[in-house]
C-alpha cells in the first residue's frame, strides 16, 4: 500500500475487520496488516481483536522489538482522525442485588450443616451412655 497519508475516520477502518480485509489503529496511524496475519507470531487472532478500536495499548503491552516497529511502515495506508476515537471509557461493573445473609436460604443450610452433625454426635453419645447403663 502507498503512504499519500489519506485520513480515516474510526468507523471506516472498523469496517476492516475480518480475515480477508484486517486493518489496526496504532499511535494515530492506520495500517493494512491483512498480508501480515499468516505471519504474526501471536497468530491472526490477536490481530484480529484489536480491529475497530485504537489498538496502541494493546501494541505497546506486548512490548514489540525494533525490528517489529520496522516492519509497521509496509502496512502504512494513512493517519486516523483523532476527532472520531472515543475517549476511554472507565469500567464499570454491573449492579448486583444486596445481599443480606440473615434472609437467604444459604444461611439456613450453613446453619444446619453446623446444628445436624451435633445432633447426630449427641444421639450418638445418648445411645452410648443409655446401652452402656442398661448392661450393667
Known amino acids: 500500500m502507498g503512504s499519500d ?64 516497529r520496522a516492519m509497521m511502515d509496509e502496512f502504512y495506508v494513512g493517519d486516523i482522525d483523532s476527532a472520531t476515537i472515543p475517549a476511554s471509557v472507565k469500567y464499570t461493573p454491573p449492579k448486583q442485588p444486596h445481599y443480606n445473609q440473615d434472609k437467604t436460604t444459604e444461611f439456613i443450610i450453613k446453619i444446619l450443616q453446623f446444628l445436624v452433625p451435633l445432633i447426630i454426635l449427641g444421639v450418638a453419645v445418648g445411645v452410648r451412655f443409655y446401652t452402656k447403663s442398661s448392661s450393667a
Open 5 to 68: 497519508g489519506k485520513a480515516f475516520t474510526l468507523a471506516e477502518v472498523s469496517a476492516h475487520n475480518s480475515r480477508k480485509d484486517c486493518w489496526l489503529v496504532i499511535e494515530g496511524r492506520v495500517y493494512d496488516v491483512t498480508k501480515f496475519l499468516d505471519d504474526h507470531p501471536g497468530g491472526d487472532e490477536v490481530l484480529l481483536s484489536a480491529t475497530g478500536k485504537d489498538a496502541t495499548d494493546d501494541f505497546e503491552d506486548v512490548g514489540h522489538s525494533s525490528a517489529a
